[in-house]
């Protein structure tokens, strides 16, 4: 059973650019939740997903960031004209169902915006 | 929201000593998880433990959900260990799938 998938691993844009972070679920998980590992500042949460809905996106920033996860196809973190503060791992996690379950985390996508 | 704090933020340890540490919440938690990040930057889990105790190999966790703090004991420690070790707890109601993390213990193990 292959775990949380994420990718790229790295990415790199430059100043202004798009970020698209893509992340795919374990097999039978309907809910993902995105986190960010800025330096200094550890690990905080961004956004929760299920298929098709947005449940609660308390930590993203009001601007330029996005998130979905379309009823067919991974879950997806968009990141609109980045910036040089945007240099961070993203880390994608997934559980299987509604009630209070084990999160479990893909490896990351490091993004460094020069 | 949830304050986690866990302690102590550092630990050196050479190989072959055993450890303890700590993990206190501000609030009750719903879920409780314990993770190593590998020097390569990976989340592994370790342990889902929102009460009781659970054992894996020379790793053991006790979270004690009414004093609101957890455990995560690591024996005859090996190089290999060394790397950051989180403690994230879910608050649920408002706050249900959100995962609030500690600063982390960076455990660096000598050979």
């Known amino acids: 059973n292959a775990g949380v998938m994420q990718n790229p691993r790295h990415l790199v844009r430059r100043r202004g650019q798009e970020a698209r972070l893509r992340c795919s679920p374990m097999?039978?998980?309907?809910?993902v939740y995105w986190y960010r590992q800025l330096p200094e500042e550890g690990l905080k949460f961004m956004v929760y997903l299920q298929k098709e809905n947005i449940i609660d996106e308390s930590g993203m920033p009001k601007e330029r960031f996005s998130a979905e996860f379309p009823k067919e196809g991974p879950s997806i973190l968009r990141i609109q004209q980045v910036v040089r503060g945007d240099s961070a791992a993203y880390f994608c996690?997934?559980?299987?169902?509604?009630?209070?379950?084990?999160?479990?985390f893909g490896p990351g996508t490091r993004l460094t915006v020069t | 929201g949830i304050q986690v704090e866990q302690s102590p933020p550092d630990l050196i340890l050479q190989e072959g000593a055993n450890s303890t540490l700590r993990c206190n919440f501000s609030d009750s938690v719903n879920n409780l998880q314990w993770f190593h990040q590998n020097p390569w930057g990976q989340l592994i889990n370790l342990f889902y433990?929102?009460?009781g105790t659970k054992q894996n190999g020379r790793l053991s966790a006790t979270t004690v959900a009414t004093e609101r703090y957890s455990l995560l004991y690591i024996s005859s420690s090996q190089t290999t260990d060394s790397g950051v070790y989180f403690c994230?707890?879910?608050?649920?109601?408002?706050?249900?799938?959100?995962?609030?993390f500690g600063q982390g213990t960076i455990l660096t193990v000598h050979p």
């Open positions: 994230a707890g879910e608050a649920g109601g408002t706050s249900y799938g959100k995962l609030t």
């Open positions: 097999k039978g998980h309907s809910h």
């Open positions: 996690a997934s559980s299987p169902g509604q009630v209070t379950y084990e999160q479990y």
């Open positions: 433990i929102p009460s």
